[in-house]
């Protein structure tokens, strides 16, 4: 138990300075590029914060614990909507852009509605592991035709910020990579820590992989989200929960079964996914029906939260 206690701290540290270090990097890479900052939040840094989803599901896939496996990504998914952008929306309001809600957000809802389909045989195989990949690079592809941001504003003042972040390019690829690895380790300690303390209260491999690992690898989306939220750089905090939960459905899910097939348990078609399913409707309602809309303010991230709470109760149950 105090090893466990030991390598969840630790791992935490890690988590701090590596999401300090990624979202300056990607902030000041994305102005140098004159690129929307929602984007480098979609991408690189969902991209990056999804390794240790990606490292712990393949470990888990490998070894036939196929159930841990897709536990973490659905309840990872879970997680970075009720936790992250509750926490998030707790530290400081986050605005959301109309065109966010019309485009990406729904872009993660179609996910979520393939994966599910796809599972609804029991598992995810081979074939369905490719045509997810396939769909990622659709996505990819998305990312790239509107990387651009053309409402930069003009002026002396962006002129010479651009000019003065763009002479430090090779510094803040530093901080990204830098950061990544931060991450990484900083998850890959809390996993091990939170599974040695979980294993020892005897916990069922499945619930270990919706509640401790899918917090302990969505600890990097916490750190980066709640660092951009600080920072007031509230595209990159979104983005990074949004493309998160994309790169973990298409992404991983695509991966792993290249590897292995993935098993999926009855419980996980008739509660799981659904309660997944349920959280993107509920950000999309926080969104449209209450006002002032396009906005989570501390209310609705109390509300995400509490959702977030009940559900995590309800594992242990």
């Known amino acids: 138990m105090l090893l466990g206690t030991i390598l969840v701290l630790a791992g935490l540290l890690l ?19 004159g690129v929307r900052p929602l984007v480098v939040g979609l991408t690189v840094v969902a991209f990056a914060t999804s390794m240790p989803e990606l490292m ?5 896939a ?19 909507i009720g936790l992250i952008l509750g926490v998030a929306a707790l530290i400081t309001p986050i605005i959301v ?27 995810i195989t081979f074939m369905n592991g490719l ?33 003065d972040v763009s002479t430090k390019r090779g510094r803040n690829v530093v ?14 300690l809390m996993v091990r820590g939170a599974v040695m303390i979980a294993t020892l209260l005897g916990v069922s491999e499945l619930i270990i992989g919706l509640s401790v690992v899918a917090v302990g690898t969505s600890l990097p989306e916490l750190a980066a989200s709640v660092m951009s939220a600080c920072k007031g750089e509230m595209d990159i905090s979104v983005g990074n929960v949004i493309g998160s939960n994309i790169f973990n459905l298409l992404f991983v899910l695509g991966i792993c079964p290249l590897i292995q097939p993935i098993t999926i348990e009855p419980r996980v078609l008739s509660l799981d996914f659904p309660v997944m399913l349920a959280f993107c409707v509920l950000l999309i309602g926080l969104l449209t029906m209450m006002p002032p809309r396009l906005q989570l303010d501390r209310k609705r991230g109390i509300l995400l939260l509490g959702a977030y709470l009940l559900f995590v109760v309800s594992l242990f149950q």
């Open 131 to 163: 045509g997810l990949l396939l769909s990622l690079l659709v996505f990819l592809a998305y990312c790239l035709m509107t990387a651009r941001n053309s409402s930069l504003p003009e002026g002396g003042d962006v002129d010479k910020a651009i000019a």
């Open 175 to 188: 901080l990204v990579l830098v950061g990544m690895v931060g991450l990484g380790f900083g998850a890959e």
């Open 62 to 80: 490998s070894r036939g614990a196929s159930s841990m496996a897709a536990g973490n990504i659905i309840g990872s998914n879970i997680a970075n």
């Open 56 to 60: 712990v599901s393949l470990f888990a």
């Open 97 to 123: 852009a109309r065109s966010t809600l019309s485009r990406e957000v729904p872009i993660m809802v179609v996910a979520s509605l393939g994966v599910y389909f796809l599972a609804m045989d029991g598992e």
């Open 15 to 33: 988590l701090y300075y590596g999401a300090e270090y990624l979202v300056n990097g990607c902030s000041r890479l994305a102005l140098s590029f």
